[in-house]
Nanobody
Framework: QERLVESGGGLVQAGGSLRLSCTAS????????MGWYRQAPGKQRELVAT???????DYGDSVKGRFTISRDNAKKTVYLQMNSLKPEDTAVYYC????????????????WGQGTQVTVSS
């Protein structure tokens, strides 16, 4: 069964660091694009960072220069190193991946993890 499991969330003071991990299992390929999204109470889910199967990365503007996404394809794991954390980073962080079914119409199979809470205190 396809599954994404996050870990590493917790409570940290502003300026501190956390490292999130997400491990895929089941039919999810090790080369799938993967990403991190977050959602704070009352807000829309937003992009944090993505990484392609080849290692190309993109970041949301609010985390550029502070967060780093990386992956270990052999372990089917993606990481999010979060430095210089701010209270505004407080949210549930979700791991995401997808595989292309038909690229001509952007048809995908996609999967979400259950989320891990990150809380940054002032």
């Amino acid at each position: 069964q396809e599954r994404l499991v996050e870990s590493g969330g917790g409570l940290v003071q502003a300026g501190g660091s956390l490292r999130l991990s997400c491990t895929a299992s089941g039919g999810i390929f090790s080369s799938n694009p993967m990403g991190w999204y977050r959602q704070a109470p009352g807000k829309q889910r937003e992009l944090v960072a993505t990484i392609s199967g080849g290692g190309t990365t993109d970041y949301g503007d609010s985390v550029k220069g502070r967060f780093t996404i990386s992956r270990d394809n052999a372990k089917k794991t993606v990481y999010l190193q979060m430095n210089s954390l701010k209270p505004e980073d407080t949210a549930v962080y979700y791991c995401h991946t997808y595989s292309i079914v038909d690229i001509t119409i952007d048809l995908r199979n996609e999967f979400w993890g259950q989320g891990t809470q990150v809380t940054v205190s002032s």
